[in-house]
């Protein structure tokens, strides 16, 4: 379930060949969406939110997605 959130988050924040990349915002507003329809666990996803800032710290530089 942990993993589930995390992949979610991942999908979407990332920027690939194919889509832009979402910003942290939208995204969390996403997941928030998803644990609501039943599609993950909220506990988990509740917790995730208040610690996603926190992650995007921790990012590889050239992974750091700038939120506009």
């Not at 992949?7 to 690939?16: G, H, P, T």
Request: with cysteine; glycine share 2%.
């Amino acid at each position: 379930r942990i993993l589930a959130v995390v992949d979610v988050y991942d999908a979407i924040r990332s920027k690939r060949h194919y889509k832009k990349s979402v910003s942290l915002e939208q995204t969390l507003t996403i997941i928030r969406q998803d644990a609501d329809n039943g599609l993950l666990d909220k506990d988990i996803v509740e917790v995730f939110c208040l610690h996603a800032a926190e992650f995007e710290k921790h990012l590889p530089s050239h992974q750091q997605i700038a939120d506009s």
